[in-house]
Nanobody, 118 residues
């Protein structure tokens, strides 16, 4: 059974940091590119960051460049999102997504809430 389980969300003050984790199970993690998306209330889901299956290449939305870092540990089947200098506009439900290399297979996690507020 395929599972993507996000964790690490919560309430944090502006300027502080959080690290999200997404633990994968039920598929060959190292064959999948991984991404973090987020969806704020009343807004569409947007791509935050992507990392290739090897971890050698990453991409970020302009809104988080320089503040967020995506990484992965293929030995632990886990992808991370380190979020620094958080802003109220980063408040959203954060989802991880797995994209298979070469075939059209996608898996989504259930999401974790991040709230940035003083």
């Amino acid at each position: 059974q395929v599972r993507l389980v996000e964790s690490g969300g919560g309430l944090v003050q502006p300027g502080r940091s959080l690290r999200l984790s997404c633990a994968a199970d039920g598929f060959t993690f190292s064959n999948y590119a991984m991404s973090w998306y987020r969806q704020a209330p009343g807004k569409e889901r947007e791509l935050v960051a992507t990392i290739t299956s090897t971890g050698r290449s990453t991409n970020y939305a302009d809104s988080v460049k320089g503040r967020f870092t995506i990484s992965r540990d293929n030995a632990k089947n886990t992808v991370y999102l380190q979020m620094n200098s958080l802003k109220p506009e980063d408040t959203a439900v954060y989802y991880c997504k797995a994209n298979a290399n070469y075939v059209s297979v996608v898996y989504w996690g259930q999401g974790t809430q991040v709230t940035v507020s003083s």
